[in-house]
């Protein structure tokens, strides 16, 4: 009885030892809020554990909008690091547009080594290039009909486009860079109007290709059968192969491809997840928007809008376990850092508001970052991207 009565205060030392490094700023762990908005601010205000590297090495690029400006958006760009770190934020730097013709309002697409950008411009319709180096845009190609954000990189000098030549063709176009100079190659026809939908970690390509068919020739049915083709392409010598079959008809639109090539993610009100290899499909839920996989194929980050809220929530492609990060009164739109080690939600900047437009998440951690960034008199962010 004598030894275990000493030992007692020792004991309760230790537990007011450990009690204490819980109370330490950054220690915490960061709680899924219990009211839309209400948590995000006390998330950052504990001060968020820095796990992950920063790309601290580029630039955050942002493409602000206004209501009143159309067409015309503005781009700003601050250190990539003012995600974790506040004191980097105030070095802005705006970059100057076409202000005969504004710039529409798509991504800034750069590759992967990050020394140019593209940028699709369907409203004129011209393709933008981007400089870093002078921060400067430039026309590229001018009277190129490109549908919608059909954008990727195949390699460090050569992207690849969809042209489409009318409602029932449509050719992928190489650009690419040589030498010093600019080409422009078509490399394959494909019938009806493909869109892609993914990119592998080994460079393949995912298309949905949408065709008009209506079946017994009933053209009143346009609106409910239109038939989508999943195909994968490969980006060396473009050989095109059909994930799904001409015997299935898709009626609800395709979102995505998972970067490993695993799941596709599909549907209009209701949504799923489908697995290109096995057939299996896993109901995701109701009103879901931004299916949005990170580059690393670990993550996949969805908006679940539930009641006039937004239930931010993140898939682990491993587990295949659904997690929630934060309720927003307001629908942010999803991106991914290069190196997956962040996904920030940009979104309508209203002044009352205890978080700024923009959030970043640590998938790992659930860590929370706000860092105010001076919007110049905007009111959104349209566009996050990671740049030199």
């Known amino acids: 009885m004598t030894e275990i009565k000493s030992q007692r205060p020792l004991v309760f030392r230790v537990l007011l030892f450990i009690l204490f490094l819980l109370t330490l700023p950054g220690c915490r762990s960061v709680s899924f809020p219990a009211t839309a ?13 820095i796990t992950a590297p920063v790309e601290d090495d580029g630039y955050l690029y942002l493409r ?33 547009t076409y202000p005969e013709s504004g710039i529409w309002d798509h991504h800034l697409h750069w590759s992967p080594d990050q020394t140019r950008a593209l940028l699709l411009d369907t409203n004129t319709p011209r393709i933008h290039s981007f400089d870093p180096q002078t921060a400067h845009f430039s026309v590229l190609l001018e009277d190129i009909y490109v ?16 042209h489409q030549s009318d409602e029932n063709s449509a050719s992928f176009l190489s650009l690419s860079w040589a030498n010093g100079e600019f080409r422009v190659t078509e490399r394959t026809t494909l019938e009806g109007a493909p869109r892609f939908i993914g990119q592998g970690t080994d460079g393949e390509v995912f298309i949905a290709q949408n065709i008009n068919g209506y079946p017994g020739g009933d053209t009143s049915l346009k609106l409910q059968a239109v038939e989508t083709h999943i195909l994968q392409m490969a980006p060396d010598t473009g050989e095109v192969t059909e994930l799904w079959g001409e015997e299935d008809w898709l009626s609800m639109r395709p979102h995505m491809v998972t970067s490993d090539g695993h799941w596709l993610g ?41 009641e006039d809220l937004y239930n ?9 376990e659904w997690k929630p990060l934060l309720l927003l009164r307001s629908s942010p739109n999803l991106y991914w850092s290069p190196n997956s080690c962040y996904l920030v939600l940009a979104r309508y900047y209203e002044p009352d508001l205890v978080s700024g437009p923009i959030i970043a998440i640590d998938p790992e951690t659930g860590d929370v970052f706000s860092p105010a960034i001076d919007l110049q008199g905007h009111q959104w962010v349209d566009d996050v991207s990671w740049g030199r």
């Open 147 to 162: 549908t919608g954000d059909n954008l990727i990189w195949l390699s460090a000098d050569e992207a690849l486009t969809i």
């Open 312 to 320: 931010i929530r993140l898939l682990n492609l491993e587990t295949m």
């Open 266 to 306: 599909y549907g209009d009100w209701e949504v799923y997840l489908w697995n290109l290899q096995t057939g299996e499909q896993i109901f995701v839920g109701e009103s879901v928007h931004w299916l949005t996989p990170s580059p690393d194929g670990r993550w996949l980050g969805a908006v679940f809008e539930e």
């Open 64 to 96: 602000l909008g206004n209501t009143g400006e159309g067409y015309e958006h503005t781009f700003i760009r601050v250190p990539a690091a003012c995600v974790v770190d506040q004191t980097v934020c105030e070095d802005i730097e705006a970059i100057p």
């Open 37 to 49: 908005d209400s948590g995000v601010k006390d998330a950052i205000s504990q001060g968020a554990k």
